[in-house]
C-alpha cells in the first residue's frame, strides 16, 4: 500500500486540524491504517489506528477525547481530525499500514507501509 499524508501546519494552542492519508495499491476490510507521531528527539508513538472493514479503533491515552480516527472507503482515505491541540501535540505525524489487527497495534515495527510524514506545530 502506498500512503501519501497531508494536512499538517501551523496552528494555535486550542485549535483543531485534520489529517488525510490516501491510500492506493489496495486496501482491504482485514487491513490497519493508523497514525503515529515524532516529536524532535523523541520516539515514534501510537496515536490512532482503525481496521479498514470496521469494528475496531484505538487511540493512545494522551489524545483520547481529542483525536478522532475515521476514514472513507470511496476516497480510499483515512483522516485523523484533531481538537482542543496543545503544544506538546507538535510533531511530525505519520499514517503508516499494516495486513490485521494484533494485539501489537500500537507498535510502529508491525506496520509494513509508511507515508511521508506531515508536521504539526502547534504554538502557544
Known amino acids: 500500500v502506498q500512503l501519501q499524508a497531508c494536512g499538517g501546519g501551523l496552528v494555535q494552542a486550542g485549535g483543531s486540524l485534520r489529517l488525510s492519508c490516501a491510500a492506493s495499491g489496495g486496501t482491504g476490510s482485514d487491513n490497519v491504517l493508523a497514525w503515529f507521531r515524532q516529536g524532535s528527539g523523541k520516539e515514534r508513538e501510537f496515536v490512532a489506528a482503525l481496521r479498514w472493514g470496521g469494528g475496531r479503533y484505538a487511540y493512545a491515552d494522551s489524545v483520547k477525547g481529542r483525536f478522532t480516527i475515521s476514514r472513507d472507503n470511496a476516497k480510499n482515505t483515512v483522516y485523523l481530525q484533531m481538537n482542543s491541540l496543545y503544544p506538546e501535540d507538535t510533531s511530525v505525524y505519520y499514517c503508516?499500514?499494516?495486513?490485521?489487527?494484533?494485539?501489537?497495534?500500537?507498535?510502529?515495527?508491525?506496520?509494513?507501509?509508511w507515508g511521508q510524514g506531515t508536521q504539526v506545530t502547534v504554538s502557544s
Open positions: 503508516a499500514a499494516r495486513v490485521r489487527w494484533t494485539t501489537n497495534y500500537r507498535s510502529s515495527v508491525e506496520y509494513d507501509d
